[in-house]
């Protein structure tokens, strides 16, 4: 059963603190997403990687960061977070828009 | 700018009937369509995909429909089942690309 794993299902962190979101995909895809989902707002695309090393900035990067140093793994850094950035973040990966996206099971951050 | 939308947030509709969500998009050149499923603390599943060279799709009780010169195109759930009961996602990509684009969703519920 092909997966992708993010680390934590639920995570509280401190307003100003750095906090790490990791994503692991066993499919061998070459692209990975990170979005995250707010009420009436859908999901909107942060950063996304088409290959290791690789990143483009989705529609809010704004105070997000990525890394993909390897293929299966794509983590998404929010450099001091603020109560703003609670929400639900979703990872996604994919080997091209014919067979979409397969979606982790998502992290709910609190920043507090 | 919201390049898919889905004006209606929520639908109830009664178990046994169809529910009938919608979904609109901007850009002309969007040639491949998905509904994604949500349930709550979960990530999106894949539901039905159409692509532009077909007006309909089916599989089992969900059928989409695209109207590519209105720029439409809807979800039918026949019959519909408390199960049923999630958020659902339309997206809309380029079949060259690699990237897709989520609207707001659409809160279904399915009363008993």
């Known amino acids: 059963d092909v997966k992708v794993t993010q680390s934590s299902r639920y995570l509280v962190k401190r307003t100003g603190e750095k906090v790490f979101l990791e994503c692991v995909q066993d499919?061998?895809?070459?692209?990975m997403f990170w979005y995250r989902q707010d009420p009436g707002l859908g999901l909107r695309l942060i950063y996304f990687s088409y290959d290791v090393k690789m990143k483009e900035k989705g529609d809010i990067p704004e105070g997000y960061s990525v890394s993909r140093e390897k293929k299966e793994r794509f983590s998404l850094i929010l450099e001091s977070a603020s109560t703003n950035q609670t929400s639900m973040y979703l990872c996604?990966?994919?080997?091209?828009?014919?067979?979409?996206?397969?979606f982790g099971s998502g992290t709910r951050l609190t920043v507090v | 700018d919201q390049q898919v939308k889905q004006n209606s947030p929520s639908l109830s509709v009664q178990e046994g009937r169809i529910s009938i969500l919608n979904c609109d998009y901007t850009n002309s050149m969007f040639d491949y369509f998905l509904w994604y499923k949500k349930y709550p603390a979960e990530g999106p599943t894949f539901l039905i995909s159409i692509s532009s060279i077909k007006d309909k799709n089916e599989d089992g009780r969900f059928t989409v429909f695209l109207n590519k010169s209105a720029k439409h195109l809807s979800l039918h759930i026949v019959p519909s089942q408390p199960g049923d009961s999630a958020v659902y996602f339309c997206a809309a990509s380029l079949l060259t690309g690699n990237q897709f684009y989520f609207g707001t969703g659409t809160s279904l519920t399915v009363i008993p």
């Open positions: 996604a990966s994919s080997s091209g828009v014919t067979y979409g996206y397969t």
């Open positions: 499919m061998d895809h070459e692209n």
